[in-house]
């Protein structure tokens, strides 16, 4: 099973960028697409971005697309969110998930690991 930790989120301005980090530990890593999901206060756990296991495949959300940019590095067992022009909507806690392996990357039911999520704060 793959564990992950999410780190680079913090307070912010309108405007402002952030990368956020997320380091997988347990095997097969690199076998699986991961994704970038985002909750805020009161509202559903949405879907941010995903990439595949390769890094040739990435999606986004339309309200993120653009300004939000995903990779990783598989030999670091590693996946960034780039994150720029960040506006008061994309305050929430951001989470990093491993996909199953089947099933479409925008669905979080098709996700089996989660981190514990990391919070973005930004402010006008």
């Known amino acids: 099973q793959v564990q992950l930790v999410e780190s680079g989120g913090g307070l912010v301005q309108t405007g402002d960028s952030l990368r956020l980090s997320c380091a997988a530990s347990?095997?097969?890593?690199?076998?699986?697409?991961m994704g970038w999901f985002r909750q805020a206060p009161g509202k559903e756990r949405e879907f941010v971005a995903a990439i595949s296991w390769n890094a040739i495949s990435t999606y986004y959300s339309d309200s993120v697309k653009g300004r939000f940019t995903i990779s990783r590095d598989n030999a670091k067992n590693t996946v960034y969110l780039q994150m720029n022009s960040l506006k008061l909507e994309d305050m929430a806690v951001y989470y990093c998930?491993?996909?199953?392996?089947?099933?479409?990357?925008?669905?979080?039911?098709?996700?089996?690991?989660w981190g514990q999520g990391t919070q973005v704060t930004v402010s006008s």
């Open positions: 347990g095997r097969a890593f690199s076998s699986y697409a």
């Open positions: 998930a491993v996909h199953s392996g089947s099933g479409s990357v925008y669905r979080r039911e098709e996700y089996r690991s």
